[in-house]
């Protein structure tokens, strides 16, 4: 990462590399992915990743060196990581009803979206996918990722958008325009559908929810409560 070389490199302390590239001191490979997790190869060893992701590979990379500079030995790192299973809220499955999947994830920023929907991808290979997403952030309620956005969900076989949060305190020149996301996803060959919150975007997905489905809510705040009540929907 440029940007985070060009920070360390002031700073009064050793200084580790790590990464894919060629560059990085500490070189780590991906060695398998699939809907199990990974499986990398770092420091000559290998170690299994059970969440999914390619940016929780080079996340998981980064500990295994921080836990191993300071002392932790690559066979205690290696029997230990298995048992990580992830965090609230990213890519955590919250029901599983009907042969259908939903997923909270707390991402936000067109580069974790990317991210998360590959990860989901690659951890649910041939099922449909829907992005439900919210924006709420300073920065997505915005227009400044009015492109990047759309580029990022299109990823998804289908993608709700909602109107952006607390739309009143952003200047309208400055807004994000949800709607013109929602078209030019549709232009790119993928079901989009703007609408303002939770209740409309669950009235319209559910009848579309077909089993195999994975459904996915990004949002870093409540989103309206969407994921319990598509929870307690999916139940019944």
């Not at 649910?124 to 996918?129: A, V």
């Not at 009848?207 to 990004?218: E, S, W």
Request: charge should be positive; hydrophobic fraction near 40%; glycine fraction near 8%.
């Amino acid at each position: 990462d440029p940007n985070a070389l060009a920070v360390a490199k002031d700073a009064p302390c050793e200084i580790l590399e790590v990464g894919s590239g060629p560059q990085a001191a500490a070189r780590y490979k991906v060695l398998k992915e699939d809907a199990s997790g990974s499986v990398l190869s770092l420091h000559g060893r290998e170690f299994h990743l059970k969440v999914p992701g390619r940016h929780n590979v080079h996340n998981a990379s980064m500990a295994i060196c921080a836990a191993h500079t300071l002392g932790v030995s690559l066979e205690t790192i290696a029997s230990i990581l298995p048992e990580f299973r992830g965090v609230r809220r990213r890519l955590e499955v919250r029901a599983e009803a009907k042969g259908i999947t939903l997923v909270d994830d707390f991402g936000h920023h067109p580069s974790a979206l990317r991210e998360s929907i590959a990860a989901l991808r690659a951890k649910y290979p041939g099922r449909r996918l829907w992005a439900l997403f919210e924006p709420r952030s300073n920065t997505t309620r915005r227009g400044i990722f009015q492109n990047e956005l759309a580029q990022s969900l299109s990823a998804a076989d289908g993608v709700y958008i909602a109107e952006i949060a607390r739309k009143d305190q952003i200047d309208p020149q400055m807004r994000l325009d949800p709607k013109k996301i929602a078209d030019d996803i549709r232009k790119a060959g993928r079901e989009s559908f703007y609408l303002p919150g939770p209740e409309e975007i669950l009235k319209d997905l559910l009848p579309r929810l077909k089993t195999g489905d994975v459904v996915a809510v990004f949002t870093n705040g409540s989103f309206g409560g969407l994921v319990e009540k598509l929870s307690v929907a999916l139940a019944k």
